[in-house]
């Protein structure tokens, strides 16, 4: 198949490339200058230079296209794209794989696709984009919401050690729950809803591993021997530190299992847990 991706030189994207080109599809990679053409070349993917608010490259692009997988999602870019996308793919069919959120759903112990949702004020600019791909007709349109990514050393989760001098600062008290995900078992499923996928469904990337902050934190002081440098933080503190829409999605409590992907697409994620990552001592060296 030919994919057209966006974002492909991102965390997320980097992976998808190289699980599209494993899986033996062909990729166009949607980049913005001469560098990152540099680096998808290399990976393997064919470079088009330009712009997601170019909608004439887009639909000319996507009209090439056997496929679509939007990594590159952002406020300012969407409804452009997703509109010069769905122009160029009229009514052939083809999959449009657009990347949504697990904030999307707020707090809840047990988030499937059915959890109502309940945007922070941080990701409520998603609803107009998953809507738009979700009910497109002509199409084959899926959202793919991951959860906390990590992976590679890199992720959300660094930000508990940003703010220290070796220790770790939690977000709030650290009890609530993170819902967890690989990078590169993202990349899977989002290959799987490309190539699997159901029109207007929507498939949440969690592992099933859902740690507490505090947990991530301990992990963290295991692995770099810090045991003592745990602090929390008040939740005004933390609006203060981190501004408040951010501050409120990292205090959603949230947990889940991914059971659709699995059920539906044969997802099978394999990553060892960032919990056990973390205490191993490594992680955080890798970036």
Sequence with gaps: MKVLLTGATGYIGTSVLARLRAAGHTVTALVRDAEKASAVEVAGAVALVGDVLDSALVTAATAEADGVIHTASTPEGDAAFIEAALDGLGTSGKPFVHTGGIWSYGSSDDITEQTPLDRPALTAWRADGESRVLGASGIRGTVVSPATVYGRGRGLVRILTDATDGGVLLIGDGSQHWTTVDVDDLAALFVLALERGGAGETYIGASGQNPTVRELGEAIAVGSGVAEGIRPESVADARARLGEA?????????????????AELGWAPTARPLVEQLAAGTYLGQG
């Excluded at 999605?249 to 992907?261: F, I, N, P, V, Y």
């Design 246 to 262: 951010f501050a409120d999605a990292l205090l959603l409590d949230e947990q889940a299992s991914g059971a659709k992907a699995r």
